[in-house]
């Protein structure tokens, strides 16, 4: 028993034995580090600055609108280009930016328009950047490793966020915005310098014949998504649960802490941490799992437990019923996340994983600016509590239809 528990935890972590992957990690889990702290930041100087649903929503809709936008040209780019060179340019682009706003805030300069601006730019930059590291993850890493490399992206992601949220309130108590500011634009630098030992290491996607354009490399990727029913049925399905999920957490949510438990910063990165340490703990469960069956059915089905916890946010339960909710929220959001990267990486084939990506990405985030806006003006008039009943009953629902298409039922 004891040497079948060592061989799961040598399973999950055998992927940073492998250099390409273990240095993209590295960076990744570095700027996740200073995402976690910028996003403290920035949520609650909105709070402080404007206490308006209307300006949090409209950062989000800044921010996801480009991304939308260029969602398939980046897909084709992460295609064409060495996606190593897509990722480092992403970072040293954010990096500077961030770099700006931080020395904005130290001077006392920074406006909530200047917010909005690096929203814009990042939203842009991001739509590169995503499809580029979702297509480099098999192409570095072995196939036997995947399952333990995607597990550890999903591990760093949200483990850095179980402490990153409380660190990040301390910061701004202690040493205000701008010192978080900063350290997430340091956390990009070191990111493109993990990156710089892999420049060579992918080489531009090989091509052969004429150069097809643009329009139909594009064409190409929807035509794969619309030709696998598992796929554009759970990009349909989740266009509208990231925004009856997603709405709620990112808008209503910083409102709900501050004006309904009278609460502050520290609660919120509370909330944060909890939601971070539940899905961890899916992450390490799930890479050492040798294979997992019924994915979806398990997929969906912890969906709408997450939809019923949006739910109970809501409702009367008090901090602790909201730490706890959180809690189940960020380990059914990190399962569905796992088991959908590893089936896009297991049935896409390699040279169309990056447009695959950014469909993916664009339909199932093409509502979200909509979603935030609807999202504000409805925290403002039904109050941020009642957004969370309506938000995840409507989540479990939608899930619930979506079980009824059997491509989804049957997905092993």
Not at 8 to 29: D, E, I, K, S, V
Not at 130 to 145: E, G, R
Not at 312 to 319: A, E, K, Q
Not at 338 to 365: A, Y
């Amino acid at each position: 028993l004891v040497q079948t528990r060592q061989m799961r935890r040598m399973r999950l972590f055998r992927a940073l034995l492998h250099r390409p992957f273990a240095l993209l990690w590295t960076g990744q889990t570095i700027s996740r580090v200073g995402d976690t702290l910028h996003h403290i930041a920035l949520t609650w100087f909105l709070v402080e600055t404007t206490g308006s649903a209307a300006a949090i929503s409209t950062l989000f809709i800044a921010l996801f609108l480009p991304n939308i936008i260029f969602l398939l040209i980046g897909g084709v780019a992460v295609d064409r280009f060495p996606r190593i060179q897509v990722m480092l340019v992403s970072d040293l682009l954010r990096g500077a930016l961030v770099g700006v706003i931080a020395a904005l805030a130290y001077a006392g300069e920074l406006e909530v328009w200047h917010l909005y601006g690096m929203a814009i730019v990042f939203g842009f930059v991001d739509a590169f950047f995503q499809p580029a590291y979702t297509a480099a993850v098999p192409d570095l890493t072995p196939s036997d490793l995947l399952p333990s490399a995607n597990s550890l992206t999903a591990l760093s992601g949200r483990a850095t966020s179980v402490v990153g949220p409380a660190v990040g309130a301390l910061l701004v108590k202690i040493g205000g915005t701008s010192f978080a500011f900063a350290i997430d634009a340091l956390s990009f630098v070191l990111s493109a310098l993990c990156l710089l030992p892999l420049r060579g290491l992918l080489p531009r996607q090989a091509r052969t014949g004429e150069s097809p354009t643009v329009l139909a490399e594009v064409r190409a990727g929807i035509s794969t998504v619309l030709g696998s029913p598992w796929l554009w049925v759970t990009i349909a399905i989740f266009s509208l649960v990231n925004v009856t999920q997603s709405g709620p957490l990112a808008i209503a949510l910083p409102l709900l802490i501050k004006e309904t438990l009278r609460a502050d910063v520290a609660a919120l990165g509370l909330f944060s941490s909890m939601s971070a340490l539940g899905s961890v703990l899916m992450a390490l469960w799930l890479g050492r799992a040798a294979k997992l069956r019924h994915r979806g059915l398990l997929a969906y089905g912890a969906t709408i437990i997450g939809g019923l916890m949006t739910s109970v946010i809501g409702l009367p339960v008090g901090l602790p019923g909201i730490v706890a909710a959180a809690f189940v929220i960020g380990a059914t959001i990190t399962l569905f996340t796992l088991i959908w990267v590893n089936t896009l990486q297991e049935f896409v084939p390699r040279e169309l994983l990056g447009r695959v990506s950014s469909v993916d990405q664009l339909g199932s985030f093409a509502l979200l600016p909509i979603g935030y806006a609807a999202t504000g003006w409805a925290t403002e008039v039904l109050g941020p509590a009642m957004v969370f009943v309506i938000g995840g009953s409507c989540t479990a629902i939608l899930i619930g239809l979506g079980l009824l298409h059997p491509a989804v039922r049957q997905l092993d």
